[in-house]
């Protein structure tokens, strides 16, 4: 296979791994994971103009802004099957619930839900429609929107990349490998949204970045690295994070 198809195989691998969105079946060349890591941002692209576009069309409709954010958020959930919430719940029942780094990591792996998964998925999904639905729904808000979407997306990319795997298996191992080539062609594609954040949304850049350090730290020291529930976790963490300062620029403005 060529350059451009080996490439397209990886896209179409990092939008079958992170949404459900219909992108046909790999067939001839099924890449590694982690070749597809760089594609990462790309699909936060498209997840963030999901829900952006669906809020301010629900809103059109004269839905009140509220109703608009849940069935925006929803339609987000759909098309990325849960995934990042899904890690979230996993890390909040094993870090709280785990007494050692072999029993949090055990936790985390069953697929029964906690206490403190319960909890973690209700704050934030509440707080994600909140945040939402402060926002106005107009074209102006699909950038930053997207801007949020594809860095907490490269975040994953940096866990992967930067801290050991946890485990000897899963998604996360699959996809972990210490390549800087692999880094920084996702930089590459997510350079813009750094950019075009720089000029005007630069404290919901740094919010971004500095939730993603400090939940690489968190990680690193609850379970020696990443999981696949850590870089699940540590996106919508950092996204929200971006919502919650995006929504102080429009407060403040």
């Not at 936060?44 to 629900?58: D, M, P, T």
């Not at 993603?212 to 540590?234: E, H, K, N, P, S």
Request: proline fraction near 4%; hydrophobic fraction near 50%.
């Amino acid at each position: 296979m060529n350059w451009i198809g080996t490439r397209l195989a990886e896209l179409q691998l990092a939008f079958m791994l992170l949404t459900r969105l219909p992108v046909g079946k790999l067939t001839s060349h099924v890449p590694e994971l982690a070749d597809a890591r760089w594609a990462f941002p790309l699909v936060g692209c498209i997840v963030g103009c999901i829900i952006a576009s669906s809020y301010i069309i629900l809103s059109q409709l004269m839905l009140p802004s509220f109703a608009a954010a849940i069935l925006a958020i929803t339609a987000g959930l759909f098309s990325t099957g849960a995934i990042h919430e899904d890690g979230l719940a996993d890390c909040a029942d094993g870090f709280g619930g785990g007494q050692n780094r072999k029993k949090k990591l055990a936790i985390m792996r069953d697929s029964a839900i906690g206490s403190y998964g319960t909890l973690s998925l209700i704050i934030i999904t509440g707080l994600r429609i909140l945040l939402l639905s402060m926002l106005p729904a107009t074209l102006e808000i699909i950038p930053p929107i997207i801007i949020c979407s594809v860095i907490s997306r490269y975040a994953m990319v940096g866990y992967l990349c930067l801290l050991p795997a946890a485990r000897q298996e899963g998604l996360g191992n699959q996809a972990s490998g210490n390549n800087n080539h692999t880094l920084l062609l996702a930089g590459l594609f997510a350079l813009p949204a750094f950019i075009i954040g720089a000029f005007s949304l630069i404290y919901v850049i740094i919010a971004i970045v500095g939730v993603a350090f400090l939940w690489g730290i968190i990680a690193r020291y609850q379970v020696g690295g990443q999981t696949g529930d850590v870089c699940g976790a540590g996106q919508i963490l950092c996204e929200t994070a971006g919502w919650l300062m995006l929504v102080s620029n429009y407060i403040d403005l």
